[in-house]
């Protein structure tokens, strides 16, 4: 039902392409250029010394010899200081010199990753890119995509987004529509889980972090802060990845007893996800997969390892697998959907690709409006979750995909 049919759907995408501006990714990879070398300058300026910025063994030396920004610095097995982006984060509140490290490697990325390499992926013969969609090598059932890998383009930074202005409609006459699934995975976790309290948030179509603020602090929804807002919003996604104490107070930079005290008040008022995670944690062990609401299996064999680290692991698969896994059927099967009734309307319009939850159509403006009602109503239909949790699909529309996202 999900697998065989989509294969016809991306050969169709693949086939398809999307136009991409290569004028603003020109005068963008310009503009990353400069800014590289205004944060590198700083980084050199700070440090008192010029080295290769882009060696991590320079900059390890640099880093814990010379300017002795952490005592306990880790290394690597090679013996060079550790540099990684995790490591990097965790000192950039304190240094500037870090946080000038971290743009410098942003821009540099990006530029090479996307800015620069997208117009050598333009196939001469449609003047278009081409990305492969490959259905069976991500566990979990996503769709991954690669030359150019268009699942990773970022989205949280602002310098990351701008690499959206670059997918641009065929011509004159079309438009870019995104469409895309409003906290899908959350709602699946409400539906898997039956839990009243959220199952209940979403079916009065409330601001779910909102909602789960309100519990998690004893107070009425209007009492909510920003702040509180966002701490909820981190719970919310952190647990279904098997976050604990640690990892959210190291997330929201917060003290672990705070951290503790929110997830024990989250776990007393959403009794049903807890209740999920042990079930499914003990349905694993026993079976040794987990499944999605499809029914698609993740094998987990190192569910009942007798390493602490390595079967913890495991267990936050065996958590997240059937959300994620659930997440990526049902964008499969509104593929499958959304492309039988553009055919069934005889509609000109072209679906031309995917990204995680969502989906973007290169649309006749004057099909857009039909284009948009259809593709949501789609979306929306195309599985039906357990305890009635409503499923919402939201859609722009744009002369490129960040507008129209």
């Known amino acids: 039902d999900v697998e065989n049919p989509l294969v016809k759907v991306l050969t169709e995408m693949e086939f398809e392409g999307v136009r991409v501006d290569t ?6 990879s310009k503009e990353l250029e400069k800014e590289a070398k205004i944060a ?15 060696s991590p063994k320079q900059l390890g030396e640099v880093l814990f ?9 880790k290394k690597t097995k090679t013996g060079q200081y550790a540099t990684g982006e995790d490591v990097l984060q965790k000192l950039a509140h304190q240094f500037p010199i870090v946080s000038d490290i971290l743009i410098f490697r942003e821009l540099t990325k990006l530029k090479s990753t996307y800015v620069d390499a997208l117009p050598l992926l333009i196939n001469p013969k449609t003047g278009r890119v081409h990305t492969t969609y490959a259905q069976a090598v991500a566990v979990t059932g996503r769709l991954s995509s690669n030359n150019p890998n268009l699942q990773n383009i970022p989205v949280r930074s602002d310098r990351g987004k701008e690499i959206r202005k670059a997918f641009i409609p065929r011509d004159s006459d079309h438009v870019l529509i995104s469409a895309d699934y409003s906290q899908i995975e959350l709602r ?3 539906a898997i889980s039956g839990d009243p309290n959220m199952c209940e948030a979403f079916r009065l179509g409330k601001d779910i972090h909102t909602a789960t603020a309100a519990k998690v602090y004893g107070i009425e929804e209007e009492a909510v802060t920003k702040e509180m807002r966002y701490k909820a919003k981190s719970v919310n996604f952190g647990i279904i990845y098997g976050q604990g104490a640690f990892g959210l107070a190291e997330n929201l930079g917060i003290s672990r007893t705070e951290a503790k005290t929110i997830i024990d008040n989250y776990k007393k008022e959403f009794p049903g996800i ?3 995670m042990a079930s499914t944690i003990q349905f694993a062990k026993e079976k040794g997969y987990v499944e999605t609401l499809m029914g698609r299996k993740r094998w987990l064999r190192d ?3 007798t390493n602490f680290t390595v079967r913890g692991f495991a267990e936050r698969n065996a958590i997240n697998s059937p959300i994620q896994g659930s997440a990526a059927d049902m964008v499969k099967l509104a593929m499958i959907k959304v492309q039988a009734a553009i055919k069934k309307n005889k509609l000109k319009s072209k679906m031309i690709l995917q990204v995680h939850d969502e989906l973007i159509f290169d649309a006749l403006k004057e099909e ?13 239909n195309a599985m039906i979750l357990p305890n009635n949790v409503p499923v919402l699909a939201e859609a722009g529309i744009g002369d490129n995909w960040l507008v129209a996202h």
Do not use: H, W
């Open 274 to 276: 807890t209740q999920y």
């Open 303 to 305: 569910i009942n390892s």
């Open 188 to 190: 699946i976790v409400a």
């Open 40 to 54: 590198e300058e700083s980084v050199y300026k700070i440090a008192g010394v010029r080295f290769n910025l882009a």
């Open 368 to 380: 857009a409006e039909e284009m948009k009602k259809l593709i949501l109503e789609n979306m929306e």
């Open 23 to 28: 004028e603003f990714l020109n005068e963008y």
């Open 65 to 73: 010899e010379k300017l002795m920004l952490d005592p306990k610095a």
